[in-house]
């Protein structure tokens, strides 16, 4: 059987949507999944061994060049590529016009959440089966119980994102151990303070001798952890990177601590030991899955402080620490 998966952006919707890929796997091993995302986000499918093709769409350019024939060509492209793929049927689990329209593409039958499910109700009508699934819930949860669902089989209590990095992300003369600093994000109102991330990071230091890593994606974000390094000698700004890099520094770190945004889920799903720090948004909604070594500090209007975040931090690394063989920690 071969099945296409709709799930376009954003970073943290992808990575939210592998646990469901990875019980896939699992219970249906001779399905063959294929997965259309935004291009920027392409890599991501690409972490999960199970995802046999990723196709990639660029909606985020086409839209602003809907009045090039360029543009149409490659939307044509593409829905040509889709269409001689002769899926079985094609699961859009995003819910959005957007990703049923992109869904429509590959002209085969389409499965999807029910009108009361989806995100946009509307979104349902293209779908020739629709699944009740409950709201309020998290999306790691959703996505899960939707595949179980259209796959028929029993929602496994045990939650796994089966990840791998494969060899094109590997990053040369990293400095071990070290922990990588997640300081930016999509808005302002879910920054942590500057001088909170310098007290942080400098008791880290003190007490591991461990480099830090600060990751960017624009130059506001390059500039902040420029700021952020200036004040630590121990602190190392990133090259630019693409997500692939990014998911080896996340593998590979004794710990990271990050604000609200879609690396933090990576590095969550990589099983790395992580904190997140909320200050805008609700961990609940939008936080790391918890476990031993994966916590959420701070909420919606409350901003946590150094001590809280350390101490937490601190209990993660131990927690992966004692889960290790001997020969395997550091």
């Not at 593409?78 to 995003?94: C, G, H, I, P, R």
């Not at 293209?126 to 796959?151: C, D, I, M, P």
Request: glycine fraction near 6%; charged fraction near 20%; aromatic fraction near 8%.
């Amino acid at each position: 059987m071969k099945i296409l998966l709709v799930r376009l952006s954003s970073m943290g919707d992808l990575i939210h949507t592998l646990p469901a890929v990875e019980d896939l796997s699992r219970f249906c091993p001779d399905v063959e999944l294929h997965w259309l995302s935004e291009a920027g986000f392409a890599d991501i499918a690409r972490l999960h061994p199970f995802v046999k093709k990723v196709h990639s769409m660029r909606w985020r350019q086409w839209r602003k060049q809907l009045g090039s024939r360029e543009t149409w060509r490659e939307i044509g492209r593409l829905k040509t590529d889709l269409q001689n793929e002769a899926y079985d049927f094609v699961l859009d689990s995003q819910g959005l016009l957007k990703s049923a329209l992109f869904a429509k593409m590959a002209a085969a039958p389409i499965k999807g959440l029910d009108k009361a499910s989806a995100r946009e109700s509307l979104a349902a009508l293209f779908y020739r089966e629709g699944y009740a699934v409950e709201k309020g819930r998290s999306a790691v949860w959703r996505n899960r119980a939707l595949f179980a669902q259209v796959f028929g089989y029993e929602l496994p209590q045990t939650l796994d994102f089966g990840l791998t990095v494969p060899e094109a992300g590997r990053l040369n003369n990293v400095q071990q151990p070290y922990y990588v600093a997640l300081h930016a994000t999509s808005r302002d109102s879910k920054l942590w303070p500057v001088n909170h991330w310098v007290e942080l990071l400098q008791k880290v230091h003190d007490e591991s001798g461990a480099a830090v890593y600060l990751p960017w994606g624009n130059e506001t974000e390059r500039q902040r952890a420029q700021q952020i390094a200036a004040a630590l000698p121990f602190a190392l700004v990133c090259d630019k990177m693409n997500l692939l890099q990014a998911a080896y520094l996340l593998k590979h770190a004794r710990g990271v601590i990050g604000v609200d945004t879609g690396l933090l889920h990576l590095a969550n799903a990589l099983d790395t030991p992580v904190v997140g720090v909320f200050t805008d948004t609700d961990p609940l909604k939008t936080g790391v899955q918890v476990s031993a070594w994966a916590r959420n500090t701070g909420n919606a209007g409350v901003t946590p402080t150094v001590a809280e975040v350390r101490t937490t931090l601190m209990q993660c690394i131990a927690a992966k620490r004692a889960a290790q063989p001997d020969d395997a920690r550091i």
